[in-house]
């Protein structure tokens, strides 16, 4: 088997060097990424054999990982989700049963889910190749945490609370992914469904997370059904009927797209301006020429919303109705009384001498000697019929727009910066915000529509329509924008709001509120998409409640970590009373 191992990793090599020699050559790096990622993956193969002295548990983390990051592919692929950690599932066992060291199983985890993480997001490194290797590996790390948690608690505690001890402490690790600072909840195991739809109707009842509990309750139970040969036909009956129920609940949910309100007519933009080099090698006048012969083309008296994708051009809020795309979207609406505006924009502000410095402020030095103090922002502007109104982009990208725990993770100030990114981040604020009354409508932009939790925010403030900008362009043509829209296919489910999303280069789309694409326009297509989008009101389980699922995994991890505490003891004090425990 060594020499396998280190076949494998001379091919890994090989791979791994050909991939740099591309993407140093090539102005954009499409699947290379992925390359270079599987390279890196299959050369470590030997060091991990030999933490671990058993090729078959290469093969076990290999099936595992591969089944992982393969399911977020769509199509046939998330049928692998109900697989994925079954050989997981066997390796905890295994080093258990036979009481080995947990680094051996620590290190199988993590290569593991690297393999995962690179099969399923390698396409983060199109954006910046230090950030998407940091965001691969360090996901990789923390998804291996649950399943070594488990692995502990397998250890000490009794049989019966193994089950609910692997839901919980997965799902709570999921939870808390979405709701820390360096939060990147995309492989939220419920996303691998996305494309699904007619099979997730209920998530507006228990949110992403209710998929999530379904998948790894399927790996549980095929598991056991594989691994125990009492019960094996039982447990692969409730697996079965598991699936049987959720479908047909999922039949039941389908709502029927009737509402109470006016349908508004929508037109999208969608420029498709390559965000590497063509956004920069065209001046803001061509730019802006290119969008103003797109608009003019489709915009009519019908027409109630214009959206445009997020940062279409970076503005100064100091002097904004000085900014041509202003002056230009001012005349669309003097000709067009009735229309309402939202464009994403990147912002810079300048702050007065009686504002206060705050957290998002930057300070630079003028030539001149006078110190200047300002903003930068990440916003969604609108146009209204009667006043303007912004929004600031608050669910951020960590390391690229703000920088998290800079108390403890200071030693990556120059890689975020190198980014793009900064100390200071861009400026965010305390809860979201809805534009217009007729409709109402939730600016979101690009990263928060991955949050469902932050979303039922618009719903609470009246949102009736889901207003997504967004740029997917930066990660090349590569699953990533197509995963990018499922998940806002989602949102329309969870919270049954209609989904107007207007991508830079795609894919811009209409979602009506059973998750259903109703049109769209193609990746790296220039055009303008036009729907009749119908207003939604009714509040779904889910918006009022949010996520039950994570906050009651919180509650029985809570309690099996008092169980967990007092089984340690109790062995402690029954060896030294001579007694054998009995979990022995």
């Not at 228990?206 to 059904?225: A, P, Q």
């Not at 030095?365 to 903003?375: F, I, K, P, Q, V």
């Not at 989904?499 to 694409?517: E, H, K, M, P, Y």
Request: charged letters at 15%; a neutral charge.
């Amino acid at each position: 088997m060594k020499r396998i191992a280190y076949l494998l990793a001379a091919f890994g090599l090989v791979a791994f060097i050909i991939a740099i020699e591309r993407m140093i050559t090539l102005p954009l790096w499409g699947y290379w990424p992925l390359a270079l990622g599987i390279g890196f993956i299959l050369a470590v193969i030997p060091f991990i054999q030999h933490q671990t002295r058993g090729f078959w548990q290469i093969v076990a983390g290999g099936l595992a990982g591969s089944f992982l990051g393969l399911s977020f592919y769509g199509g046939p692929f998330p049928l692998l989700s109900f697989l994925c950690f079954i050989p997981l599932l066997y390796l905890i066992e295994y080093y258990v049963e036979q009481d080995k060291s947990f680094w051996g199983l620590w290190a199988i985890l993590i290569w593991s889910l690297l393999l995962g993480n690179v099969i399923a997001t390698f396409w983060v490194m199109n954006t910046a190749l230090a950030a998407g290797v940091f965001a691969n590996v360090v996901n990789s790390i923390l998804m291996s945490l649950p399943l070594m948690g488990f692995a502990f608690g397998r250890r000490h505690l009794e049989s019966r609370y193994h089950a609910i001890a692997f839901l919980s402490t997965w799902l709570l690790f999921e939870f808390f992914h979405f709701n820390w600072d360096l939060h990147w909840p995309w492989m939220t195991l419920g996303y691998a469904l996305s494309e699904w739809t007619w099979a997730i109707q209920w998530y507006d009842i228990t949110g992403v997370l209710g998929g999530s509990l379904w998948v790894i309750l399927e790996n549980w139970l095929l598991f056991l059904s594989f691994s125990e040969k009492k019960g094996r036909r039982s447990n692969l009956l409730a697996a079965g009927l598991l699936c049987v129920l959720l479908l047909g609940l999922s039949i039941i949910k389908t709502p029927e797209i009737k509402s109470n309100k006016s349908t508004k007519e929508f037109l999208i933009v969608q420029p498709n301006f390559e965000p590497h080099y063509q956004k920069f090698e065209l001046s803001k006048k061509e730019q802006l020429e290119a969008i103003t012969r797109l608009i003019d083309n489709s915009l009519n008296e019908q027409t109630d919303v214009l959206v445009l994708p997020e940062t279409v051009f970076t503005i100064h809020l100091n002097r904004k109705d000085r900014e041509p795309v202003f002056k230009q979207l001012r005349k669309w609406q003097r000709q067009y009384p009735q229309l309402q505006i939202i464009s994403g924009f990147a912002s810079q502000r300048v702050l007065s001498d009686d504002e206060r410095t705050n957290s998002f402020t930057r300070i630079s030095e003028l030539a001149s000697g006078r110190t200047l103090r300002w903003e930068a922002g990440n916003i969604a502007y609108f146009f209204g019929n009667e006043r303007d109104s912004i929004y600031y982009k608050s669910k951020l990208v960590p390391g690229a727009e703000f920088f998290p725990y800079y108390n403890l993770l200071f030693v990556f100030e120059d890689m975020a910066r190198s980014l793009g990114g900064s100390l200071e981040g861009f400026r965010t604020q305390e809860q979201a915000q809805v534009f217009g009354s007729n409709p109402s409508l939730a600016p979101i932009i690009c990263y928060e529509s991955i949050f469902g939790d932050y979303c039922r925010q618009y719903v609470a403030l009246g949102a009736e329509i889901f207003v997504i900008m967004t740029n997917d362009g930066w990660w090349d043509n590569t699953p990533g924008h197509k995963q990018h829209l499922r998940y806002a296919q989602v949102r329309a489910i969870e919270h049954r709001r209609p989904v107007a999303r207007a991508a830079n280069t795609g894919i811009s789309a209409f979602i009506d509120i059973d998750g259903q694409l109703v049109s769209h326009l193609d990746y790296g297509i220039e055009g303008v998409l036009k729907g009749s989008v119908t207003p939604h009101t009714k509040l779904t389980f889910y918006s009022r409640w949010g996520d039950l699922i994570g906050r009651l995994s919180l509650f029985v991890i809570i309690v099996l970590l008092m169980q967990l505490l007092y089984r340690i003891f109790a062995n402690k004090r029954d060896r030294a009373q001579g007694i054998d425990s009995p979990m022995k």
